[in-house]
């Protein structure tokens, strides 16, 4: 079924111009969800293009929500956006169960690393995101949006791309580990000193935000981990399908709600979105090397600094009473991110570093053995 999906999908893609060209939206709409469909499955046939499949069900889930979004605000008399905080909790409480104390235990062993990834993502993502809302001169909730993604603590799909990225996955954690108990400190104060000059925030209600969205999900996640890890396993297996689920979920009822906005500023967006990214790659990569890191622990760097929490972004927006506005930058920025992160760490994959000191060591064992030998 994967082998034939990608040749159904360039079906898919004719069609939908086909009936584009004829003004015929009620027909393409259908077709273009059927391509990302199609890629989805057939990119999982292919080692190089399997990390892009989830995205692309990502885009399918969007396109839904574009053409048809009257039926994603309410089901049933309930409101869907009433559920973006307990699937969020449900996601974070998942992340927590992956962790443990020796997550944060990096800080000792690796702290230099440590504090220039986390300087970097608590600086310049939040000043770049305000320069780039004033570039573009977006409308105010749209703009404090672009600072809201831009303060969010790393996300975990970082430490999939520093996985694949042959970078350093324990600096890695360690980053996302820290960077997300600083986020009720850090993101509230960037929202109140950058985004307070578009919206009016309220830091003490975002604190709290956080706390009950991120830290305790995350805490009783690690005592879980702690007592009960291995011992659940359906749940070990269900929580990435769950996270998977969640995000997608809430992107779609974003886009949904704020669909007109998005049509007339989507555009835009999609270009802020790769200029903050990249730029944020580049930032932390070359920050790292300045500071004398090796390699890999730079390659961490770029890839912690550049990608963000776009699931909190989109769950703090909705807890303000601002989805449709405020949350649209994370629903873009957050499948981009993934998109972008996943071809940088397929270049690096396919370039690993040079450890100089490993190699070092390598010719000076072989020196010796071989002297040894004579």
């Known amino acids: 079924m994967t082998k034939i999906a990608l040749p159904i999908a360039a079906v898919c893609l004719i069609a939908f111009i086909v009936f584009s060209v004829f003004d015929s939206n009620a027909f393409a709409g259908p077709w273009l969800i059927a391509f990302f469909l199609s890629l989805s499955i057939g990119f999982r046939a292919y080692d190089t293009l399997k990390g892009f499949s989830f995205t692309m069900l990502i885009f399918a889930a969007v396109t839904t929500a574009l053409y048809y979004p009257q039926y994603f605000s309410t089901w049933g008399g309930v409101k869907l956006a009433s559920l973006f905080t307990p699937l969020l909790q449900i996601i974070m409480f998942g992340m927590g169960t992956e962790m443990g104390v020796k997550d944060f235990a990096g800080v000792i062993k690796m702290p230099k690393a440590v504090l220039i990834g986390l300087c970097g993502h608590f600086t310049f993502m939040p000043l770049a995101g305000y320069t780039l809302a004033r570039v573009f001169n977006f409308p105010p909730e749209i703009a404090a949006g672009v600072v809201l993604i831009g303060s969010m603590p790393c ?164 807890e303000m009473g601002k989805a449709a506005t405020l949350g649209l930058a994370p629903a873009i920025f957050g499948p981009l991110m993934n998109i972008t992160g996943s071809i940088l760490a397929s270049y690096w994959h396919r370039n690993p570093p040079v450890d100089k000191e490993r190699d070092r060591n390598v010719i000076s064992t072989e020196g010796l053995q071989a002297v040894q030998g004579e």
């Open 155 to 318: 996300g975990m799909a970082s430490n999939v791309m520093s996985y694949l990225a042959n970078a350093n996955l324990a600096l890695s954690v360690t980053l996302t580990a820290i960077a997300t108990l600083l986020s009720p400190f850090l993101t509230p104060l960037w929202m109140k000193v950058l985004g307070g000059q578009f919206i009016k925030v309220d830091v003490l209600a975002m604190m709290w935000d956080i706390i009950k969205i991120v830290v305790l999900p995350i805490g009783a996640g690690l005592l879980f981990n702690r007592f009960f890890k291995g011992k659940v396993t359906w749940l070990d297996k269900i929580m990435p399908l769950i996270s998977m689920f969640g995000i997608a979920f809430i992107i779609v009822i974003i886009v949904a709600a704020g669909r007109n906005n998005l049509i007339v500023i989507g555009p835009a967006l999609i270009i802020c979105a790769l200029i903050h990214n990249t730029t944020g790659y580049l930032f932390g990569f070359w920050i790292g090397k300045l500071f004398g890191l090796p390699e890999r622990d730079a390659r961490t760097i770029a890839i912690e600094v550049g990608m963000q929490n776009g699931g909190l972004a989109s769950g703090l927006a909705k």
